[in-house]
């Protein structure tokens, strides 16, 4: 079958996730992008670009997108030749946490609404998203001074999903030996994009007590940045400077999973995680996790794990990282389980869902 996949934001997760469906489907996808950035402007306008910008959609079964486009105005300018029509939400403006200084715009809210009205078919990234979603979602409705539309919330949920997106990784592979490697200090990663929501102030705070007591590690900042670089990194590269082995975003697949394979420890700080590629890949390719109870994590990491690699509180996840640097060659073994846990995200092993979603779509 035939789809056209329009990605108004097409960076981070959302290019990792449609290189993945395009290069993995039996299917035949036609991906159409806009640049990642100004997703605000892209949540108001990508419609619009996208219906110029097309080809006839007379052509094919079905159409997927994302959540940064209204699908309400794609379906309205387009008319009657709209095929079955599939979101893909890997986040959504309703529990999106907001940066400092900002003050929530509710349209964005309404966009997700109304764009997951006009879907015959949404799927989440995870149960976390899933249920954060709805659970917001009737008290983003009560918002409303009077005639608040209440049925929306089982019309959504009645199409409604959990899917995990695929990972860029074989599922079988040649595991690295990094946690045996005792002639260097350890390794901390940090591979998730250089913004306010993944918390970059807990992670270097932790980092900071660690040296107090007297610690050594080696540090590879890496992960995307969109725009601006936030001034915890900028601080950060003179502060640990003579730690830092790598400071920015490797563009490079290759060489960004040979950090990886290197790294010891991969840290994750955030507020808003609905999944965690960057997470699930560092922890494959040889990395410890050491990771919130909360978000997505916990339905991630297997539940034998979490009392090892899950930590309540900024103290726990100091106590944690310090036993760690002192103690990671005693991981080898349960580390070696969880990397192998891990398998059921690679593409390989997720595409015949996708495949499969794709074809009753198509059939609706």
Not at 121 to 146: C, G, T, W, Y
Request: charged content about 25%; hydrophobic content about 40%; glycine content about 4%.
């Amino acid at each position: 079958m035939k789809f056209l996949f329009l990605e108004p934001f097409y960076g981070g997760s959302h290019k990792d996730f449609a290189q993945g469906l395009v290069s993995h489907s039996k299917h035949k996808i036609d991906l159409v992008t806009l640049p990642a950035r100004f997703w605000k402007w892209r949540m108001r306008g990508a419609a619009l670009y996208f219906v110029k910008k097309i080809p006839s959609l007379k052509n094919y079964d079905g159409l997927i997108t994302t959540d940064l486009m209204s699908l309400s105005d794609f379906k309205a300018l387009c008319g009657p030749f709209c095929p079955p029509s599939m979101v893909y939400f890997h986040e959504n403006q309703l529990t999106y946490p907001l940066a400092p200084g900002e003050s929530r715009d509710f349209q964005f809210g309404f966009t997700d609404i109304t764009t997951s009205l006009a879907a015959d078919r949404i799927v989440f990234n995870s149960q976390a998203h899933f249920d954060a979603f709805f659970s917001k979602l009737p008290v983003f409705l009560n918002m409303m001074p009077e005639y608040q539309p209440k049925w929306v919330v089982d019309e959504i949920r009645n199409k409604a999903d959990v899917l995990y997106p695929g990972c860029h990784f074989p599922a079988p592979i040649n595991m690295p030996n990094a946690l045996s490697e005792v002639d260097l200090p350890p390794l901390i990663i940090w591979n998730h994009r250089w913004e306010f929501d993944k918390n970059p102030a807990g992670f270097f705070n932790a980092l900071d007590k660690v040296l107090e007591r007297g610690l050594n590690f080696r540090l590879a900042l890496l992960g995307e940045n969109f725009q601006v670089v936030p001034k915890e990194f900028i601080a950060a590269r003179e502060r640990f400077k003579n730690r830092i082995v790598w400071y920015g975003y490797e563009a490079s697949r290759e060489k960004y999973r040979k950090w990886l394979m290197q790294g010891t420890i991969v840290i994750s700080t955030a507020n808003q995680e609905n999944f965690g590629i960057s997470v699930v890949e560092a922890i494959r390719y040889g990395c410890i996790p050491l990771l919130p109870d909360r978000l997505s994590y916990p339905e991630i990491i297997p539940k034998v794990f979490h009392g090892d690699f899950l930590y309540k509180d900024q103290t726990e996840l100091v106590e944690k990282l310090c036993f760690f640097i002192l103690n990671y060659s005693q991981f080898t073994e349960k580390h070696q389980h969880l990397s192998v846990a891990m398998e059921r995200f690679a593409w390989e092993n997720m595409i015949d869902q996708y495949d499969e979603i794709l074809k009753n779509l198509a059939l609706k």
